[in-house]
């Protein structure tokens, strides 16, 4: 299978506790490189936007008002199917259900402040990444 490429976001919980590097080591190990990298703040309607699919589930206005909190490092992961092996290194949601050794596992403190978000299939994997990349910031 070829190369994918996912969208990643390492939230706010975890760029408040200086954790940008131990969470980027965690997907290097997993053979998922940094292909693209910006650390920014997202505005509410950015948040809002980037959430819409989210927009009616009772989460959503805590959820924005979260990812506004603190910034944000934007990513795209690259590597042999990037999408699964990101949601693999990340874990499950909820860090109560998450597997040992996994980001969220270890790092996340709640099923909102999770420390990560990835894209969860090619296809909005595709979307994701050209909500905050062009195609020109992507160095492979
Ligand atoms: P993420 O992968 O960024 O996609 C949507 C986010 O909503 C999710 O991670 C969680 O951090 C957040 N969220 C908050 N509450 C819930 C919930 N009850 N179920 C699912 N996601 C939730």
Not at 13 to 23: K, M, P, S, V, W
Not at 38 to 43: A, Q, Y
Not at 52 to 73: C, I, N, Q, W, Y
Request: aromatic letters at 8%; charged letters at 25%.
């Amino acid at each position: 299978m070829a190369l994918e490429r996912t969208l990643s976001i390492i939230k706010p919980d975890a760029t408040r506790r200086n954790l940008t590097g131990a969470i980027n080591a965690k997907f290097e190990a997993a053979g998922l490189r940094l292909v693209a990298q910006r650390r920014i703040r997202l505005t509410t309607a950015q948040a809002e936007a980037f959430y819409a699919v989210h927009k009616e589930r009772p989460f959503f206005r805590d959820l924005v008002t979260f990812m506004v909190s603190g910034p944000v490092v934007v990513q795209v992961l690259e590597g042999e199917h990037a999408v699964a092996r990101n949601r693999e290194v990340m874990g499950a949601t909820n860090p109560a259900n998450a597997a040992p050794g996994t980001i969220r596992k270890e790092f996340a403190e709640s099923i909102e402040a999770n420390s990560v978000h990835g894209s969860d299939s090619a296809e909005n994997a595709a979307i994701e990444v050209a909500f905050f990349f062009a195609g020109l910031d992507i160095v492979g």
